[in-house]
């Protein structure tokens, strides 16, 4: 059963810092149950963004809508938030920092102990929970913080660079703890310079450049709106589609050939190719890291 079916909805944000518009007129949704990937190159805004959603960095334009209205301090204090700044203390044991965080988000410190340790158990740091968080490997660190923004059960989570530092054992644990939470109805947004990761987990895309929304939507829609490629192979040498009308060669090599086609040549070309030692034939669908670099080239 879903605990929760909110929206989270960025209307028109802006930020400014000085001159400089970072963050400029950018909408999305973020939907329930569907982690959102949020990419885009150093400086292309998404800390400012998620900041400006949890109501740490002041709204110079636009709002955050939650559920269909505008989003109330009530609503943060139940999200789920990673910040980039991470923010818990390396000398204070991990246990008691999360008990003490879980009572502020207004749990019960035995109620936090227990998720806490529940938590800490599924990252395989159950016998570390007393020790001090800077004993910890940045990695396992890491997965302290993730803890931390999942304790209390949020509605929403905000997420910046979750994965950043994490080995791959350490990211499918975390993957499997937002599952958990996806399970829910939780919607999620995270921020990732991995694009081969944002590739294999997200289900919705946002693409910022330059403080701009250069494009937003379901991966899989993203993945085919684009003109549709082919991969051909005709042994020996696929040279000879460069003077087939209708026919775009935007690669060759060899035999292997990558093309775009105009309406109508498919079957055509398909007849001419059966001739001259055709072996493959193929769509090909991009992976979200060519759209990243189509969209912000
Ligand atoms: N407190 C600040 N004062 C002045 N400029 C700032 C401040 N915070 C962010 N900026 C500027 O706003 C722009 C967007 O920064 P932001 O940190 O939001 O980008 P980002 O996409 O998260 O980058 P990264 O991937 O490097 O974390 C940058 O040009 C940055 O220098």
Not at 75 to 99: A, N, T, V, W
Not at 103 to 130: C, H, I, N, P, W
Not at 165 to 189: F, I, K, N, T, Y
Not at 201 to 214: E, I, P, T, Y
Request: glycine letters at 10%.
């Amino acid at each position: 059963m879903r605990q929760t079916d909110a929206t989270l909805e960025v209307r028109g944000l802006t930020r400014r810092f000085g001159e400089k518009v970072a963050v400029d007129d950018v909408s999305f949704t973020v939907e329930p149950g569907r982690m959102t990937g949020f990419v885009g190159a150093n400086g292309a805004g998404k800390t400012s963004t998620m900041r400006m959603i949890m109501g740490v960095l002041q709204i110079h334009g636009g709002d955050v809508i939650w559920d269909g209205r505008p989003i109330t301090p009530a609503d943060r204090s139940r999200f789920g938030y990673m910040p980039e700044e991470r923010g818990l203390y390396p000398k204070q044991g991990i246990l008691d920092q999360l008990c003490y965080l879980g009572q502020l988000r207004g749990m019960s410190r035995g109620d936090a102990a227990k998720e806490a340790t529940r938590l800490l158990e599924r990252f395989g740091l159950a016998d570390r929970v007393k020790d001090k968080l800077e004993s910890l490997s940045l990695g396992n660190q890491q997965r302290v913080q993730i803890t931390a923004s999942l304790l209390h059960g949020p509605t929403a989570l905000i997420l910046d660079e979750p994965f950043s530092g994490l080995d791959p054992v350490a990211v499918d644990s975390m993957v499997d703890l937002l599952r958990d939470r996806l399970r829910q109805g939780v919607p999620v947004l995270f921020s990732s310079h991995q694009l081969d990761l944002v590739d294999r987990l997200c289900d919705s895309l946002v693409v910022l450049s330059d403080g701009k929304v250069m494009a937003a939507g379901d991966a899989n829609d993203l993945r085919n709106a684009g003109p549709t490629r082919y991969r051909i192979v005709t042994a020996p040498d696929a040279g000879w589609l460069r003077d087939v009308p209708g026919v775009t060669v935007l690669d060759v090599d060899g035999p292997r050939a990558v093309l775009e086609l105009a309406e109508g040549t498919r079957e055509p070309l398909l007849k001419r190719a059966a001739d001259r030692g055709l072996t493959e034939f193929a769509p090909i669908v991009p992976s979200l890291s060519e759209i990243y670099r189509e969209v912000t080239r």
